[in-house]
């Protein structure tokens, strides 16, 4: 069987043919076809089924140079790969990045995959197992038929400290929960996010941070600034104020306990270095 593929122009024939006709080369090593390159044509000779797959896999590079303006090696042999199976054919889905003229593709079921559950998640599902102690506790307070009645009709709304940026809420509560792992900055923005006839709460451990080594809380932090600004109030709870299976208030006085008392040693082994 012989057959031939014209291309567009000298540069596509140069991006599709590979440097001194390398991907060319590749593709009849892989293949076992006879391939000529002709200006800008490509003959493919040999038995049907593979001059089936070498059409095809010229076709697939084509259509990459077209995205992405160049076909690199990887490209060839991911494309090849597809064709002989050593990887299972993919859906043309395209994940774009913020570059002009490229294109970031799955080259294999797994990232195919991968890009599909992305674009499948909402905002919802991706944030949720972070938000669950929140629903849980909204479930509680207000039943769960209720909630979820308020969440799809926009009176409740959940979302993630990221997306309030730019945002002015009025005659609203509004509640930042885990604050302990918010930074300087994020504290800021999500403080004066505040509109008029509007409240909020803000709550969080600050024993439980979960930022970077040297990295301040902003919880911590927001304390420190705002402890003599009208109209901001803090309210610090302990031990005594867990209301949670009894033993849950005898385990964070223990841990209490092991702090202070690693606090102190700590400090008494400073002073007897420097005693010395």
């Known amino acids: 069987m012989e057959k031939t593929i014209s291309l567009s122009d000298g540069e596509e024939a140069l991006a599709v043919f590979g440097r001194q006709d390398r991907h060319l080369k590749r593709i009849r090593k892989t293949l076992k076809v006879r391939l000529v390159a002709r200006q800008n044509r490509i003959v493919i000779e040999g038995p ?141 923005m999500f403080l004066t996010r505040l509109g008029v006839r509007s409240k909020m709460v803000v709550t969080g451990d600050t024993s439980q941070p979960d930022l970077p080594p040297g990295q301040i809380s902003g919880l911590v932090d927001a304390k420190n600034i705002l402890r003599d600004v009208t109209g901001v109030r803090f309210v610090h709870l302990t031990s005594a104020d867990v209301v949670r299976h009894r033993m849950v208030q005898n385990v964070v006085n223990a841990y209490d306990d092991a702090d202070r008392a690693a606090h102190e040693k700590s400090s008494g082994a400073h002073r007897r270095s420097g005693e010395r």
């Open 48 to 188: 049907d089924d593979q001059v089936a797959k070498a059409a095809e896999t010229v076709d697939l590079l084509r259509q990459i140079y077209s995205e992405q303006n160049s076909v690199l090696d990887d490209d060839v042999e991911s494309t090849l790969d597809s064709v002989v199976g050593t990887h299972p054919s993919v859906d043309k889905e395209r994940l774009e990045v913020i570059a002009p003229g490229k294109i970031v593709r799955a080259r294999t079921p797994g990232q195919q995959h991968y890009i599909e559950t992305m674009q499948a998640g909402d905002i919802e599902a991706k944030v949720n197992p972070y938000l669950r102690p929140l629903y849980d506790a909204l479930n509680e307070t207000m039943g769960v038929g209720n909630f979820k009645r308020y969440v799809d009709n926009d009176v409740i709304e959940v979302i993630p400290l990221a997306f309030m940026r730019g945002r002015t809420l009025n005659n609203s509560m509004i509640i930042l929960d885990e604050a302990q792992n918010t930074t300087h900055v994020q504290m800021k």
